[in-house]
């Protein structure tokens, strides 16, 4: 009897918050739309804006997700190690930007910037998994996991060591400034060369992954490190070189993080590192193309959401709670689809 | 002979050890406490570090010569070319440092930093690093020579010496405010940071004399007290038992305000983590966004019992408790039946999400007019033991005639009282058919469902209580502090409390109250490292997980499955 209460009033429950959160967002969104205070450019605007910072969140996320899928671990540093390449790189950048390099040749100086982020990122990340996660490869799964909060608060304060606690101001390219009209649409144009940017590297990984052999090696270690050990596979190999991947993406994102938002600190690496874990979950974890969407999808949420569906509540500023309405949905999308948008790749029953 | 000498590894050994030199120099811990004694007058925790950086390669180098060879000589050799080559990196740092301008990009690359490593000498002094870090390393290898009860000696002193001196202002601070002879013995011990050089020979002669006096007579004591008869050893527990329930009544009298409010603090992540532990610990669910009941507990005793601007009951906190631990209790429960389906590290962040979400709400300016968004709820009425006088007007507290627990001296026995009663409450729990249930949970879902456990009737038990606990937490954290804002409900409260347990020891009672002492209790201390604290502490983290991942004081069923795990897992080609 007892029983058969509860089961009933938990679907009543489950109903009810279903219910509540569709109309929250019909009737936002109909309001916000009926009273006509965004136009066509705006709504242009937020989307753009959206898939920007999305396909940075989908870079990050790569990083997350090629873990996750061999190592079964939430690798609570990644953020870290993003940050530690856009903040190592603002150096390099402040150089050639003072010598006038980066407004002559900026297609180059970027290059050069990126692939120092890059190499920085990868090496931070080797050095926490040869010291921190290696010989944890067996322990508990809450093991691993405190040990990586331990290694992201260890870099932070590293960093805030070496280089201090202050923000400091990426240089401006003088080339990106200004805008580009695609298609009726406005586009900054340091917009456009991070998508273009993104969307590049995410190919480029792709292919990695799906044409070549430590592609392969890598989908056959996280299918089953037992039986691709006994095919010849290198385990551990193919570990450091998915870590490296992984950050090496994630040190991209990171200068492209920085030209948009223009400034680097110590302690920017936590919330894009989340909100990365995020977009991996929401597109299915240990899911390559997956993450690229889950990306893009929270980007634009947080874009558009708090304009559609919150203002034409009567909410005040809802700007403030972007990051509620992530994960908001992070969280619909756990409750309604586990697996993640497009499925997880994951051969093993997780628990 | 050079064979011998194992030079790739010795080399290897060293660099790694200049690289920590190197590490300590430019992340600022040598420079900033370049003037801060440990020893008056004798060595500043500065050269502490670096001094400790070459203790460890000359013990590191020698303690992996010594399974090679027996030879004194070559055993003190190898350490020293350890000990010499990490010296000569930070020679090297300091020759790089006169010649580029390395402070454009590291911030602590100072001259202060190069003159304090060559002892004021500047570059001509150079040659102490080599030579210094050569023989520290050689020194502390032929330690490692000395009998056993030698070596113990050696490091026992060193650690006191090392606790003292850190400690020194702390407790020089409060010895001196106690008076009269203590007072004295302070000022005698202690300079205003660190020993005198008095102190600390005084120091060692106490550790080493009772040592030695220990080595003789110990195993004496202890099989008298072996050879007690029941009655008397169950005497003797009850008397030791009533002695730390005596100096737990009278600390907070004594040691002031500071102290009873680490104590408080480190009470409050106890509450928070015994409440998880029933999540994590016992039924294996993960939940990092625990700070979320705990803010709901302490906005919940803000609203009902605030004098100032947002208070919308005036009640009593005696009042107001019993409703904050009610209303989390819910609030855990709501919030449980969403994710009952979700397992794993899904569960984690789906957690993570609501707390975060709660927090993102109140610090909302959309719910500012009830919650007060940034600024927060001020102005809590202090608990009043006695009868509270009416409520007059916006901003004057209520007199309260009787006892008012205005202070942390006074909060310290709400919080003790309540850490005995839920710390019991938690042990009941865990013996009873419902820990039980969660244990079985934990193991495998699907088996204890198959086995008629009920997942949906326990899971959301385990999310009730456990939020109720915290909930009680975040009650007395808001009338000991007396206003509540958003920014104490980050994530890190979040992240703390699941590192306590882990720490501590999965699943284990006692484990939470050491993990808190330790991750909580410790950093509170070491104040003055400010910025570095948590840099401390993510290292301890990692040293701990990577030595003692069942944490300090374990459960016994933890650690057993670990040592199992452990032997599959080094079998097997490649674990799972």
Same mark, same amino acid.
């Given at each position: 009897?007892?029983?058969?209460?509860?089961?009933?009033?938990?679907? @009543?429950?489950?109903?009810?918050?279903?219910?509540?959160?569709?109309?929250?967002? /019909? $009737? #936002?969104? &109909? =309001? +916000?739309? !009926?009273?006509?205070?965004?136009?066509?450019?705006?709504?242009?605007?937020?989307?753009?804006?959206?898939?920007?910072?999305?396909?940075?969140?989908?870079?990050?996320?790569?990083?997350?997700?090629?873990?996750?899928?061999?190592?079964?671990?939430?690798?609570?540093?990644?953020?870290?190690?993003?940050?530690?390449?856009?903040?190592?790189?603002?150096?390099? @950048?402040?150089?050639?930007?003072?010598?006038?390099?980066?407004?002559?040749?900026? /297609? $180059? #100086?970027? &290059? =050069? +910037?990126? !692939?120092?982020?890059?190499?920085?990122?990868?090496?931070?990340?080797?050095?926490?998994?040869?010291?921190?996660?290696?010989?944890?490869?067996?322990?508990?799964?809450?093991?691993?996991?405190?040990?990586?909060?331990?290694?992201?608060?260890?870099?932070?304060?590293?960093?805030?060591?070496?280089?201090?606690?202050?923000?400091?101001?990426?240089?401006?390219?003088?080339?990106?400034?200004?805008?580009?009209?695609?298609?009726?649409?406005?586009? /900054?144009?340091?917009?456009?060369?991070?998508?273009?940017?993104?969307?590049?590297?995410?190919?480029?990984?792709?292919?990695?992954?799906?044409?070549?052999?430590?592609?392969?090696?890598?989908?056959?270690?996280?299918?089953?490190?037992?039986?691709?050990?006994?095919?010849?596979?290198?385990?551990?190999?193919?570990?450091?070189?998915?870590?490296?991947?992984?950050?090496?993406?994630?040190?991209?994102?990171?200068?492209?993080?920085?030209?948009?938002?223009?400034?680097?600190?110590?302690?920017?690496?936590?919330?894009?590192?989340?909100?990365?874990?995020?977009?991996?979950?929401?597109?299915?974890?240990?899911?390559?193309?997956?993450?690229?969407?889950?990306?893009?999808?929270?980007?634009?949420?947080?874009?558009?959401?708090?304009?559609?569906?919150?203002?034409?509540?009567?909410?005040?500023?809802?700007?403030?709670?972007?990051?509620?309405?992530?994960?908001?949905?992070?969280?619909?999308?756990?409750?309604?689809?586990?697996?993640?948008?497009?499925?997880?790749?994951?051969?093993?029953?997780?628990? | 002979?050079?064979?011998?000498?194992?030079?790739?590894?010795?080399?290897?050994?060293?660099?790694?050890?200049?690289?920590?030199?190197?590490?300590?120099?430019?992340?600022?811990?040598?420079?900033?406490?370049?003037?801060?004694?440990?020893?008056?007058?004798?060595?500043?925790?500065?050269?502490?570090?670096?001094?400790?950086?070459?203790?460890?390669?000359?013990?590191?180098?020698?303690?992996?010569?010594?399974?090679?060879?027996?030879?004194?000589?070559?055993?003190?050799?190898?350490?020293?070319?350890?000990?010499?080559?990490?010296?000569?990196?930070?020679?090297?740092?300091?020759?790089?440092?006169?010649?580029?301008?390395?402070?454009?990009?590291?911030?602590?690359?100072?001259?202060?930093?190069?003159?304090?490593?060559?002892?004021?000498?500047?570059?001509?002094?150079?040659?102490?690093?080599?030579?210094?870090?050569?023989?520290?390393?050689?020194?502390?290898?032929?330690?490692?020579?000395?009998?056993?009860?030698?070596?113990?000696?050696?490091?026992?002193?060193?650690?006191?010496?090392?606790?003292?001196?850190?400690?020194?202002?702390?407790?020089?601070?409060?010895?001196?405010?106690?008076?009269?002879?203590?007072?004295?013995?302070?000022?005698?011990?202690?300079?205003?940071?660190?020993?005198?050089?008095?102190?600390?020979?005084?120091?060692?002669?106490?550790?080493?004399?009772?040592?030695?006096?220990?080595?003789?007579?110990?195993?004496?004591?202890?099989?008298?007290?072996?050879?007690?008869?029941?009655?008397?050893?169950?005497?003797?527990?009850?008397?030791?038992?009533?002695?730390?329930?005596?100096?737990?009544?009278?600390?907070?009298?004594?040691?002031?305000?500071?102290?009873?409010?680490?104590?408080?603090?480190?009470?409050?992540?106890?509450?928070?983590?015994?409440?998880?532990?029933?999540?994590?610990?016992?039924?294996?669910?993960?939940?990092?966004?625990?700070?979320?009941?705990?803010?709901?507990?302490?906005?919940?005793?803000?609203?009902?019992?605030?004098?100032?601007?947002?208070?919308?009951?005036?009640?009593?906190?005696?009042?107001?408790?019993?409703?904050?631990?009610?209303?989390?209790?819910?609030?855990?429960?709501?919030?449980?039946?969403?994710?009952?389906?979700?397992?794993?590290?899904?569960?984690?962040?789906?957690?993570?999400?609501?707390?975060?979400?709660?927090?993102?709400?109140?610090?909302?300016?959309?719910?500012?007019?009830?919650?007060?968004?940034?600024?927060?709820?001020?102005?809590?009425?202090?608990?009043?033991?006695?009868?509270?006088?009416?409520?007059?007007?916006?901003?004057?507290?209520?007199?309260?005639?009787?006892?008012?627990?205005?202070?942390?001296?006074?909060?310290?026995?709400?919080?003790?009282?309540?850490?005995?009663?839920?710390?019991?409450?938690?042990?009941?729990?865990?013996?009873?058919?419902?820990?039980?249930?969660?244990?079985?949970?934990?193991?495998?879902?699907?088996?204890?469902?198959?086995?008629?456990?009920?997942?949906?009737?326990?899971?959301?038990?385990?999310?009730?209580?456990?939020?109720?606990?915290?909930?009680?937490?975040?009650?007395?954290?808001?009338?000991?502090?007396?206003?509540?804002?958003?920014?104490?409900?980050?994530?890190?409260?979040?992240?703390?409390?699941?590192?306590?347990?882990?720490?501590?020891?999965?699943?284990?009672?006692?484990?939470?109250?050491?993990?808190?002492?330790?991750?909580?209790?410790?950093?509170?201390?070491?104040?003055?490292?400010?910025?570095?604290?948590?840099?401390?502490?993510?290292?301890?983290?990692?040293?701990?997980?990577?030595?003692?991942?069942?944490?300090?004081?374990?459960?016994?069923?933890?650690?057993?499955?670990?040592?199992?795990?452990?032997?599959?897992?080094?079998?097997?080609?490649?674990?799972?």
């Amino acid at each position: 009897m007892i029983e058969k209460l509860t089961d009933w009033s938990i679907t @009543a429950f489950l109903a009810a918050f279903r219910i509540s959160v569709v109309l929250i967002v /019909l $009737v #936002g969104s &109909t =309001l +916000i739309l !009926l009273q006509g205070k965004y136009t066509l450019a705006h709504w242009l605007d937020f989307v753009v804006f959206g898939i920007t910072v999305g396909s940075i969140y989908a870079l990050i996320a790569l990083g997350y997700t090629m873990v996750y899928g061999i190592l079964r671990m939430i690798n609570f540093a990644h953020g870290e190690v993003f940050m530690s390449g856009a903040f190592s790189a603002y150096f390099v @950048a402040d150089a050639l930007d003072k010598s006038g390099f980066l407004d002559k040749n900026p /297609l $180059v #100086g970027l &290059t =050069l +910037i990126i !692939l120092f982020a890059m190499a920085v990122s990868t090496g931070v990340a080797l050095l926490v998994e040869r010291i921190a996660y290696r010989r944890l490869r067996y322990a508990p799964r809450l093991v691993p996991l405190i040990c990586a909060i331990g290694a992201s608060f260890f870099l932070q304060y590293t960093f805030r060591g070496l280089f201090g606690p202050g923000l400091y101001a990426y240089p401006a390219v003088e080339a990106l400034r200004g805008e580009w009209t695609i298609l009726g649409v406005r586009i /900054l144009k340091t917009q456009a060369v991070v998508v273009v940017a993104a969307v590049l590297m995410m190919l480029g990984l792709y292919t990695v992954v799906m044409r070549t052999k430590i592609g392969k090696a890598m989908r056959s270690v996280s299918e089953d490190k037992e039986v691709a050990a006994l095919m010849g596979i290198n385990v551990d190999h193919v570990i450091v070189v998915t870590f490296a991947i992984g950050a090496a993406m994630a040190g991209a994102a990171g200068v492209l993080y920085a030209l948009i938002y223009r400034q680097v600190n110590f302690f920017m690496g936590f919330i894009p590192g989340i909100k990365a874990f995020t977009s991996a979950v929401l597109g299915g974890i240990g899911n390559i193309p997956g993450a690229m969407l889950g990306g893009l999808f929270l980007g634009l949420f947080e874009a558009v959401g708090p304009a559609l569906f919150l203002e034409g509540l009567g909410i005040v500023a809802p700007y403030q709670l972007k990051d509620a309405i992530a994960f908001t949905m992070l969280v619909l999308v756990l409750i309604f689809r586990p697996q993640g948008l497009l499925g997880e790749r994951l051969a093993a029953k997780r628990a | 002979m050079l064979q011998q000498l194992r030079l790739k590894e010795t080399l290897r050994i060293g660099l790694i050890g200049g690289i920590v030199a190197i590490y300590l120099c430019l992340v600022g811990l040598v420079g900033i406490f370049g003037e801060r004694a440990v020893i008056g007058g004798v060595i500043s925790l500065g050269h502490t570090w670096l001094l400790l950086t070459m203790v460890g390669t000359g013990y590191v180098a020698g303690q992996k010569i010594l399974k090679h060879t027996t030879s004194p000589i070559i055993t003190v050799l190898t350490a020293a070319i350890a000990g010499l080559v990490a010296g000569s990196m930070l020679a090297g740092l300091v020759i790089l440092g006169n010649l580029v301008n390395l402070r454009a990009v590291l911030l602590h690359a100072s001259p202060r930093l190069y003159s304090l490593l060559t002892f004021g000498q500047g570059l001509a002094g150079t040659w102490l690093l080599p030579a210094g870090g050569a023989m520290i390393a050689a020194i502390t290898a032929s330690a490692l020579l000395l009998p056993p009860f030698a070596r113990r000696l050696l490091l026992w002193n060193l650690i006191w010496l090392l606790a003292l001196g850190l400690f020194a202002g702390l407790l020089r601070v409060q010895m001196v405010g106690a008076g009269g002879l203590m007072a004295e013995a302070a000022r005698f011990l202690f300079g205003t940071e660190g020993l005198t050089v008095a102190g600390a020979l005084l120091t060692v002669g106490i550790v080493t004399l009772s040592m030695i006096t220990w080595s003789r007579k110990g195993e004496a004591v202890r099989s008298r007290i072996e050879a007690l008869p029941p009655t008397g050893r169950r005497l003797l527990r009850l008397a030791v038992l009533a002695l730390v329930v005596a100096i737990v009544l009278i600390l907070p009298q004594i040691s002031g305000p500071f102290i009873a409010q680490v104590i408080v603090f480190i009470g409050l992540y106890v509450l928070m983590a015994l409440g998880l532990n029933l999540e994590l610990g016992f039924a294996g669910l993960l939940d990092l966004g625990f700070v979320a009941f705990f803010a709901i507990g302490a906005y919940t005793v803000g609203l009902l019992t605030s004098v100032g601007y947002h208070g919308i009951a005036h009640w009593s906190f005696w009042a107001a408790v019993p409703i904050a631990v009610l209303v989390s209790l819910v609030a855990g429960v709501l919030l449980g039946i969403p994710v009952l389906g979700i397992r794993g590290d899904y569960l984690a962040i789906a957690t993570l999400g609501f707390g975060e979400i709660v927090r993102l709400l109140v610090l909302s300016d959309f719910l500012k007019p009830w919650l007060g968004g940034s600024q927060g709820v001020l102005a809590i009425q202090k608990p009043c033991l006695g009868t509270l006088g009416p409520f007059q007007r916006v901003g004057i507290p209520m007199k309260c005639y009787g006892l008012e627990l205005a202070g942390p001296q006074y909060i310290y026995y709400l919080i003790i009282i309540a850490a005995v009663l839920v710390a019991f409450v938690a042990w009941r729990l865990r013996d009873s058919r419902l820990g039980r249930a969660w244990m079985a949970i934990r193991e495998d879902e699907d088996v204890a469902e198959a086995l008629g456990v009920n997942l949906v009737q326990s899971k959301l038990l385990a999310y009730g209580l456990g939020a109720a606990f915290a909930g009680l937490s975040g009650a007395i954290f808001a009338v000991l502090v007396g206003s509540i804002f958003p920014h104490s409900m980050q994530l890190m409260v979040s992240i703390n409390v699941v590192a306590v347990i882990v720490i501590g020891g999965m699943g284990s009672i006692p484990g939470v109250i050491v993990g808190a002492l330790v991750l909580i209790g410790l950093p509170e201390l070491f104040r003055e490292f400010a910025e570095y604290r948590l840099l401390f502490y993510g290292a301890a983290l990692i040293a701990t997980m990577l030595t003692r991942p069942e944490g300090l004081w374990p459960s016994a069923v933890i650690q057993r499955e670990l040592r199992l795990a452990k032997k599959e897992g080094s079998s097997a080609i490649s674990g799972k």
